[in-house]
């Protein structure tokens, strides 16, 4: 439980890929003094019961203030902690990037869901995540990060990539590559490394320990 000196409380489940994105953006944005109240798999919390009336993690309690659902979270941290930005200025671009975003929720993420399901629908998700990916990665320009700076763009689809190989997903070798070599410079940052609960550093061991 959160002790009192917190100004922030994250409720965030151990394996869950979406309180990893919000633990990420967190890192990313330097915020100090936040506790995180683990929930183990199948845990459930009275504390979060009586927050949040959909039970949901990720969810972020500053003072009276409860927020939910992993993108108003990450946008809510963006603009309480304005530096570094991690959205563009530019209103288009700002569309743009909501956008993508958002693809990558509605098409991506669900997706985990059946990735921890029975074989059969394990596969279906398996190959459905290569296809979504193999389009993606073929986009990719040799760009540092998918757009001009780093931002929530990557904050969004790092906590996906980082899980690919704990659930047998690959890719094309081209393809592949070029999304490895993208994936391994999220990897490599400091708050990435951060970010991850101990679960999730165990999917991948040796880079994790890097
Ligand atoms: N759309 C969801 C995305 C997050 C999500 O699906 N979280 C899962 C865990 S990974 C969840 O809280 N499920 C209900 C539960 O665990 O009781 C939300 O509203 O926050």
Redesign the pocket.
């Known amino acids: 439980m959160a002790s009192r000196r917190s100004s922030m409380t994250l409720y965030s489940?151990d394996n869950?890929?979406?309180?990893h994105r919000v633990r990420l953006v967190m890192e990313e944005k330097g915020v100090a003094n936040y506790e995180i109240a683990w929930l183990r798999d199948g845990e459930?919390s009275e504390d979060l019961l009586d927050l949040n009336p959909?039970?949901?993690?990720?969810t972020l309690v500053e003072r009276e203030l409860v927020v939910?659902?992993?993108r108003i979270i990450v946008e809510y941290i963006d603009e309480r902690y304005p530096h570094p930005p991690l959205m563009p200025v530019d209103p288009v671009l700002r569309a743009q990037y909501r956008l993508a975003i958002y693809r990558m929720e509605c098409d991506l993420y669900p997706l985990f869901e059946d990735l921890e399901s029975t074989p059969a629908v394990a596969r279906k998700a398996r190959n459905r995540m290569t296809e979504l990916l193999t389009t993606l990665a073929a986009d990719f320009s040799p760009r540092q990060y998918i757009g001009e700076e780093f931002s929530l763009l990557d904050c969004t689809l790092a906590p996906i990539l980082w899980r690919l190989e704990h659930h047998e997903v690959t890719l094309p070798s081209k393809q592949g590559e070029r999304l490895a070599k993208y994936a391994a410079r999220l990897f490599a940052r400091p708050a990435f490394e951060r970010s991850l609960s101990p679960v999730e550093a165990e999917m991948r061991p040796a880079m994790a320990a890097n």
């Open positions: 489940r869950c890929v979406h309180s459930e959909y039970n949901s993690v990720p939910y659902d992993p």
